[in-house]
Antibody, heavy 120, light 107 residues
Framework: QVTLKESGPVLVKPTETLTLTCTVSGFSLSNTRMGVSWIRQPPGKALEWLAH???????SYSTSLKSRLTISKDTSKGQVVLTMTTVDPVDTATYFC????????????WGQGTLVTVSS | DIQMTQSPSSLSASVGDRVTITCRASQSISTYLNWYQQKPGKAPKLLIYVASNLQSGVPSRFSGSGSGTDFTLTISSLQPEDFATYYCQQSYRTPYTFGQGTKLEIK
């Protein structure tokens, strides 16, 4: 059974760094056929892809957020970490991690999401 | 970045209706197009991948078609559980991008 679960702070102050962790089970981060992506959704708005990482450590980032994002993984722990620097209230959103097919890049399993609010 | 535009943004329909949602890409994406369903407070759920492939466990009333820049998601006979928001997503090139969503409401 494939599961993904996001964890991290509920509230972050502007200019701080946000660190989110996605813990996966039911598949391995060393599997070459899949990877993990982060996707966010501001309240009442559309989905926005942020980043992905694959088993070979290939990374890719959103054009607009590239300078502020870092994605990494710990295969032995089954965890993928997303770091976002210098957060702003516009970064308030539900953050999802999802499994991504490495060939066709669709997201077949999703975590439940975690709501992060940026406010002083 | 490749822009994805869905139409309509919202749609009212009745149980049993046939519904079609359109997604247009700003450039050709071959068949690298996926569809998701999202219900309030829940994570999106993959319905269709690579334009026309039905994800395991998804009812056969859902179908997808298209290639190049124009794609459609069709629900052949709406069921009460189908009222949700639907998103398309291109996976042709990073950064992957989603449409703005189509909210399907009960008439």
């Amino acid at each position: 059974q494939v599961t993904l679960k996001e964890s991290g702070p509920v509230l972050v102050k502007p200019t701080e760094t946000l660190t989110l962790t996605c813990t996966v089970s039911g598949f391995s981060l060393s599997n070459t056929r899949m990877g993990v992506s982060w996707i966010r959704q501001p309240p009442g708005k559309a989905l926005e892809w942020l980043a992905h990482i694959f088993s070979n450590d290939e990374e890719s980032y959103s054009t607009s957020l590239k300078s502020r994002l870092t994605i990494s993984k710990d295969t032995s722990k089954g965890q993928v970490v997303l770091t976002m620097t210098t957060v702003d209230p516009v970064d308030t959103a539900t953050y999802f991690c999802a499994r991504i097919d490495s060939t066709m890049a669709y997201f077949d399993y999703w975590g439940q999401g975690t709501l992060v609010t940026v406010s002083s | 970045d490749i822009q994805m535009t869905q139409s309509p943004s919202s749609l009212s329909a009745s149980v049993g209706d046939r519904v079609t949602i359109t997604c247009r890409a700003s450039q050709s994406i071959s068949t690298y197009l996926n569809w998701y369903q999202q219900k309030p407070g829940k994570a999106p759920k993959l319905l269709i991948y690579v334009a026309s492939n039905l994800q395991s466990g998804v009812p056969s009333r859902f179908s997808g078609s298209g290639s190049g820049t124009d794609f459609t998601l069709t629900i052949s006979s709406l069921q009460p559980e189908d009222f949700a928001t639907y998103y398309c997503q291109q996976s042709y090139r990073t950064p992957y991008t989603f449409g703005q969503g189509t909210k399907l409401e009960i008439k």
